[in-house]
């Protein structure tokens, strides 16, 4: 009886919800834009294309597949990219950089769902195709996802674990229809999948790295690799979706080049030459003192101060609970009180930042600032009581010290709680239970993170603490990374309007011994679960808005990660005939809408 009413219920899926084929969805409500709208608001429709423009990153790369983990990390820029835009491979829908969380448009023409969205329908666009000219097909998508649910890296190998059927439907349509694991957001995640060519791709070979070039769907065909040092990417004449509305505006430059280095200084040399067009800042130090070269004195590059709208985010020291030392939360804690922001900020940036104290900070999500209300203290239940009030009440900040490096005030407090946690000082030493002195270490990437870390281990020394600081190349961090080979690592959680299925990659039980994903904590407590699942069963913005709040709450109040700074802007600098829309959009200054003015 109970598998025939499954099947009648998806029978008469499409007649109960909202079957009518829409153009765009959004996570909560409806997407901003009309089904008639003509392009994104962000980008100059009018663009003439042509030109070129040369990036410039720090690594390596030795593989073309982002989608296994063996070249999770070290994969060529561009093929799959966040910041650069997707220039090879691309999904069924796109998303807006001007919306919290809507999609639209791109390898599906529209989309079918219900209102409980059991299920959803993607209906693909008749004129994709892939470069070699074979259409994009259901075939297509079908293969793309078991293929990386069997092979793929986290979070593709898991997308369909919430998935009870996918089926084609027709000729050119394919419909997932989900189980209990599935919530609200997870036909939009499956939206935003990465679709393969069936006909081009070798399974049996697909998890190993590879540096032979495959065939996309994007705008843009690899021209040339030099392993390790640069790819060039030429635009595709034929591609198919350079006049759908999601996709005017953007792709503008004929050629695209993306050339690694091993330091930021030399890359930063480079873009002071012109052999980087475009350098994105990220150190208020070198902001304010770094730009004082002839092309910026003559107006040939232009330093630029982006406000997005977005949430703050997270930059600290993060503690690997993998390790039982730091199971104790009364130590993590003690090590937070331990850390001399003040002085940090004074000697290193010039008093340039303000300390951070949410995950959501400078918005409408985040606790600090916003006292739980009766939704959160429901959502929250028994986690709240052993909870500090002052974290309820989102009054709670960190530590604030006289800048001196050494407060005896602050450091006293700390000292009282590494007590609490089963540390004395004993000659000059912090001694723990077992009678061994506390010691561990900070893997840092870079000079910028060893200066904090620096800073750091000076003020540890002062109650008997031995830090050790480990630099290590790109390529080791990116491998100790994936495998969680570190005590403490410095790493940055950016924070969007619309957190949702990525917090299970990066604070969910799930995740803790899932190698190669965010959960660089290893974090595993029950009451997180339930606020990311809270958060992803929300249906009003009301609901989501507590759950996303009470959720910081925990993370706060758990201590996994000693807070740094945060900007509240983007820093970007670029030379003058790189050029762009007057205003950015909610998530700040977008380079794959940029284009070359020399080409106008």
């Excluded at 990386?148 to 349509?173: D, H, I, Q």
């Excluded at 309820?392 to 006289?402: C, F, H, K, R, S």
Aim: with cysteine; glycine share 8%.
């Amino acid at each position: 009886m109970r598998r025939l009413l499954l099947c009648l219920s998806m029978l008469l899926a499409p007649a109960l919800g909202h079957a009518e084929p829409v153009h765009g969805i959004a996570m909560h409500g409806d997407p901003a834009l009309p089904s008639d709208f003509k392009n994104f608001p962000y980008v100059n429709p009018d663009v003439k294309k042509g030109g070129e423009i040369t990036y410039g990153v720090v690594g390596t790369f030795d593989s073309l597949n982002s989608f296994v983990l063996k070249g999770m990390r070290t994969t060529a820029r561009g093929i799959w990219d966040p910041e650069y835009g997707n220039l090879f491979y691309e999904s069924l829908m796109t998303r807006s950089s001007d919306e919290p969380f809507s999609l639209y448009g791109l390898l599906a023409e529209s989309v079918e769902w219900d209102d409980d969205r059991t299920y959803i329908q993607f209906n693909l666009n008749p004129k994709a195709h892939w470069q070699d000219g074979q259409p994009v097909t259901a075939d297509d998508v079908i293969f793309s996802f078991n293929l990386l649910a069997e092979k793929g890296r986290p979070p593709y190998n898991n997308r369909l674990k919430t998935v009870e059927k996918m089926e084609k439907v027709g000729e050119n349509s394919v419909r997932f229809t989900f189980n209990d694991k599935a919530n609200r957001e997870t036909p939009l995640i499956i939206a935003m999948s990465p679709i393969l060519p069936k006909h081009a791709v070798n399974a049996d070979t697909f998890e190993q790295t590879s540096l032979d070039i495959p065939v996309g769907s994007g705008p843009y065909k690899i021209k040339s690799i030099t392993p390790g040092e640069q790819i060039v990417y030429e635009r595709d004449p034929n591609y198919w979706g350079k006049d759908i509305p999601a996709k005017v505006g953007f792709d503008n430059y004929d050629k695209i080049t993306v050339k690694y280095f091993l330091q930021q200084a030399t890359l930063f040399e480079a873009f002071k030459k012109g052999n980087v067009n475009v350098y994105p800042e990220g150190d208020a130090t070198h902001w304010a003192r770094a730009y004082d070269f002839p092309a910026v004195q003559n107006g040939d590059v232009v330093k630029e101060t982006v406000k997005p709208g977005l949430p703050s985010g997270m930059l600290g020291f993060v503690f690997n609970l993998r390790r039982p030392l730091f199971q104790n939360e009364t130590l993590r804690e003690a090590l937070t009180w331990a850390l001399d922001f003040e002085w940090m900020n004074k000697n290193l940036y010039g008093n340039q930042f303000h300390r951070t104290e949410s995950f959501w900070q400078n918005s409408d999500l985040g606790a600090y600032g916003h006292a739980a209300d009766e939704r959160e203290l429901k959502l929250l239940g028994p986690a709240k009581d052993k909870m500090d009030p002052a974290i309820l009440a989102g009054t709670y900040e960190m530590p604030v010290t006289d800048g001196s490096g050494s407060d005896r005030k602050v450091l006293r407090k700390a000292v009282d709680l590494f007590k609490q946690a089963g540390y004395t000082i004993q000659g000059r030493q912090m001694v723990g239970p077992d009678g061994k002195p506390l010691a561990f270490e900070v893997m840092t990437q870079n000079a910028d993170q060893e200066k904090m870390a620096l800073a750091y281990q000076r003020t540890l020394k002062l109650i008997g603490i031995n830090m050790a600081i480990r630099t290590v190349d790109d390529a080791q961090y990116q491998s100790r990374s994936n495998s969680y080979d570190y005590d403490v690592i410095i790493k940055a959680y950016p924070s969007s309007l619309s957190p949702g299925a990525e917090q299970l990659y990066r604070w969910g039980s799930v995740s803790k011994d899932m190698e190669g994903t965010f959960n660089y904590a290893g974090v595993a407590d029950p009451d997180i679960d339930r606020m990311i699942d809270a958060m992803l069963q929300a249906r009003s913005q009301e609901d989501f808005t507590a759950a996303v709040r009470a959720y910081d709450r925990l993370l706060v109040a758990g201590h996994y990660v000693i807070p740094l700074y945060y900007v509240g802007e983007q820093w970007v600098a670029r030379w003058k005939f790189i050029d762009h829309v007057e205003k950015a959009p909610l998530y700040g200054y977008q380079l794959e809408t940029w284009w070359d003015a020399r080409a106008q």
